[in-house]
């Protein structure tokens, strides 16, 4: 069965600081592993995806994720964050057999200034 | 193309009425999700449905719930006899199947208010 556990529920950070968001997977085969952005009200935004190439993904808005099979984790990271970074974040799991996407229950990313 | 369009954006239904959620998919699309997104919850899985077809409805409620794709038209996400524990957003993604390469594109949401 697949799974998604992002391990932190909140995340606040100041202005030009890194971001790190962290993702768990559980999977039985390779999968295709997905981060969203939600702004306010709004709806889901691809910020990027891994399919097997690359293990590190680069993404909109200076994100990025690296897959790491051994750690079983794909975690988001930001060199510098920016006001406009805030927002919820959610980890994807799909393996395409299932035909499902699985969502983590999300990280709420707060920056101050 | 406009994307997966949602509407209503908002929609307000009294406790036993009946709520109607359309979702338009992406031009050449022929695959639909819907998820809903309870306060301050994640997405959770409700519905997967191809033109036509219903391939998984594990996460939809066995009552008052139910979900249809046509041939031609929009999906339809219909709660009947709505309770106040439905208030929610509901998203709608679609996506044509491309294998591991398979992306979803969701829409901006229904935001559900059972009063």
């Known amino acids: 069965a697949q799974s998604v556990t992002q391990l932190d529920s909140h995340v606040s950070v100041s202005e030009g600081t890194p971001v790190l968001l962290r993702c768990n997977y559980s999977?039985?085969?390779?999968?295709?592993l997905f981060w969203y952005v939600q702004h306010p009200n709004k709806g889901l935004q691809l910020l990027l995806k891994?399919?097997?190439?690359?293990?590190l993904v680069k993404g909109i808005n200076g994100f990025e994720a690296e897959f790491k099979k051994s750690e079983t984790s794909f975690h988001l990271t930001k060199p510098s964050a920016h006001m406009s970074d805030a927002a919820e974040y959610f980890c994807?799991?799909?393996?395409?057999?299932?035909?499902?996407?699985?969502f983590g229950t999300g990280t709420r990313l707060q920056v101050f200034p | 193309n406009a994307g997966v369009m949602q509407n209503p954006r908002h929609l307000v239904r009294r406790r036993g009425q009946e709520a109607r959620l359309r979702c338009s998919p992406m031009?050449?699309?022929?695959?639909v999700y819907w998820y809903r997104q309870l306060p301050e919850e994640g997405l959770k899985f409700m519905v997967y449905?191809?033109?036509?077809?219903?391939?998984?409805e594990s996460g939809m409620p066995k009552e008052r719930f139910s979900a249809e794709f046509p041939k031609e038209g929009p999906s339809i996400l219909r709660i009947q006899q709505v309770v106040r524990g439905d208030s929610a957003a509901y998203f709608c993604?679609?996506?044509?199947?491309?294998?591991?390469?398979?992306?979803?594109?969701f829409g901006q949401g229904t935001r559900l208010t059972v009063v």
């Open positions: 994807v799991v799909n393996h395409y057999n299932t035909d499902k996407l699985i």
């Open positions: 999977s039985s085969y390779s999968p295709s």
């Open positions: 891994y399919t097997s190439a690359a293990t």
């Open positions: 031009k050449g699309h022929s695959h």
């Open positions: 449905l191809q033109k036509e077809n219903i391939i998984d």
């Open positions: 993604a679609s996506f044509t199947f491309e294998g591991l390469n398979t992306e979803a594109f």
